[in-house]
Nanobody, 120 residues
Framework: QVQLVESGGGLAQAGGSLRLSCAASGRTFGFYDMGWFRQAPGKEREFVARIAWSGSTYYADAVKGRFTISEDNAKNMVWLQMNSLKPEDTAVYYC??????????????WGQGTQVTVSS
């Protein structure tokens, strides 16, 4: 079992920044890639960013160049630095473990989410 707890959400103005944190506990953290997702009201949950165990990073086009995912395996922490925020970034943000299974990404464990609200 892996437990994930997000924090750092809140209210920001357009153009501002927030830094989300995800603290992991349980099974060895380094076996998984880690991802951030978000879900806006009335919309499906969508991929935001992923960091591989190797350190490679991947981003959704909507956040590329504005958001940065990072991690510290020794501290079992993952962060999402969000800059140049836009009102359309408003959503509940979740971190999740990620692994490839049969050519498909599988997200076994999820945090409870943290609300990010960006005002115009």
């Amino acid at each position: 079992q892996v437990q994930l707890v997000e924090s750092g959400g809140g209210l920001a103005q357009a153009g501002g920044s927030l830094r989300l944190s995800c603290a992991a506990s349980g099974r060895t953290f380094g076996f998984y890639d880690m991802g951030w997702f978000r879900q806006a009201p009335g919309k499906e949950r969508e991929f935001v960013a992923r960091i591989a165990w190797s350190g490679s990073t991947y981003y959704a086009d909507a956040v590329k160049g504005r958001f940065t995912i990072s991690e510290d395996n020794a501290k079992n922490m993952v962060w999402l630095q969000m800059n140049s925020l836009k009102p359309e970034d408003t959503a509940v943000y979740y971190c999740a473990t990620a692994r490839l299974g049969g050519g498909t990404w599988i997200y076994d464990y999820w945090g409870q989410g943290t609300q990010v609200t960006v005002s115009s």
